[in-house]
């Protein structure tokens, strides 16, 4: 049967699985470092879940369905609404703060473009539990240290951090109405992708006058250390944060922008987002405060593989080998193969990764063989040194050989 995979959707073939599955260690390693514990739900949820959470709207973006049970449900675009949910039902018995991570495979029937597709994983971590402004800095440290642990510096990435509570006392401060304020959230969150002509005519279709409008763009510009002390108090969780991270050595990674302001409206308190420093791409993680959500203090970021996958590329830092293996073993002739086969599961059994041709081939196919299959070294096993416990060692990069004792390498000599 041919064919092609869904629009938006993958084939990870071999070569493409060993990126997923660097991203996927990385990941996990950092989470572990960090103390977080991972977790997983259903990929299938109730479509109810989203809409609760996102509005009907969003169905329009979901892969959703009614099941043979006559229930309405989505593939999971999204994990936050599957953790609230999980928390929700053990809340009383789980302790606080909880650190959770997931990698959960996500769908959204989106527009496809670069580094976004109808299919993605993505790292979740979130911490539940816990309003201080360390808890802030905490996952904004893991995301810089997964973007470290990949071989990135700042002067590949960097992390830009505000605060929606900084951005709504400002505005307020300046004039603005409540009513006023999700045009002016908007337009601050566009400020860099959308013509100034455009973001005005939204402001005067809110009802923003010329001072107003003034103002929004004014604070859209705020950066560093004018943007806390243009703030004042409310500034403080945002500053102490950031002294957070400067503390723990990773302050050329962070810069303080208001521009960041997280479309989602369930975000209440500090938000940030990691770009490449080129900004050629989409953004590689984001996320934030969103203590309204649940019944308890929490924040989360989310980091996807797609956007990440590429960046990797692009810089060199994605890996270029598969498993290498140790040995290929070759028999001589056919008396020789019990002895190569016993050596091959022996080695095995050590941990050590050996293969061998499948048919019967003459020494030179199977040489070419071991070669494409990129061994280092194939072990021989003839009649004459099978007779005297030896075989013979052939290095495929120098063309160098050596006869060593079977028992020898069965015996520390791939170490």
């Not at 500053?239 to 962070?254: E, I, K, R, T, Y």
């Not at 598969?322 to 599961?345: K, N, R, Y």
């Amino acid at each position: 049967m041919q064919g092609k995979a869904l629009p938006g959707f993958r084939d990870f073939y071999p070569e493409d699985l060993i990126l997923r599955n660097h991203i996927f260690a990385t990941w996990r390693s950092v989470a572990a470092r960090y103390g977080f514990e991972e977790y997983d739900g259903p990929p299938l949820e109730s479509l109810e879940m989203y809409t609760q959470k996102s509005g009907d709207e969003i169905v329009q973006q979901l892969y959703a369905f009614r099941d043979k049970g006559d229930r309405d449900v989505a593939l999971r675009p999204e994990m936050t609404p599957t953790l609230a949910r999980m928390v929700a039902a053990r809340v009383q018995a789980l302790k606080k703060p909880i650190r959770w991570f997931s990698i959960p495979q996500l769908f959204r029937y989106e527009r496809q473009q670069r580094g976004r597709l109808r299919e993605h994983f993505q790292l979740n971590m979130d911490i539940i539990g816990e309003a201080g402004p360390l808890a802030d800095a905490e996952l904004m440290a893991a995301s810089v240290d997964i973007m470290r642990g990949f071989g990135l510096g700042p002067k590949d990435v960097q992390l830009r951090i505000s605060d929606r509570r900084v951005i709504r006392g400002l505005l307020l401060g300046r004039g603005l109405t409540e009513s006023q304020l999700p045009t002016a959230f908007a337009v601050i969150d566009r400020s860099e992708r959308v013509p100034t002509n455009v973001l005005e005519e939204m402001l005067t279709s809110a009802g923003l006058g010329k001072g107003e409008s003034r103002a929004v763009f004014d604070i859209a510009g705020l950066r560093g250390p004018e943007a806390l002390k243009a703030a004042g108090e409310v500034a403080e969780p945002l500053g102490q944060a950031v002294q957070a991270l400067q503390s723990m050595g990773l302050g050329d990674f962070v810069s303080i922008d208001l521009t960041i302001v997280r479309g989602l409206a369930y975000y209440t308190g500090i938000v940030f987002e990691l770009f490449d420093i080129q900004k050629t791409l989409r953004a590689i993680a984001g996320g934030g405060r969103y203590d309204g959500l649940l019944d308890l203090p929490a924040l989360g970021f989310g980091m996807g593989d797609v956007v990440l996958g590429e960046l990797l590329k692009e810089r060199g830092a994605a890996p270029k080998a598969s498993t290498e293996l140790g040995a290929f073993l070759i028999a001589v002739g056919g008396d020789d193969l019990p002895t190569m086969l016993q050596l091959a599961h022996a080695l095995r059994e050590r941990g050590i990764s050996v293969e061998y041709g499948l048919r019967h081939a003459g020494v030179r196919k199977q040489l070419e063989l071991a070669s494409a299959r990129g061994a280092a070294r194939a072990v021989i096993v003839g009649p004459e040194e099978r007779a005297q416990g030896l075989a013979v060692v052939r290095d495929l990069r120098t063309s160098t050989e050596a006869k060593v004792p079977i028992r020898q390498l069965l015996n520390g000599y791939f170490d």
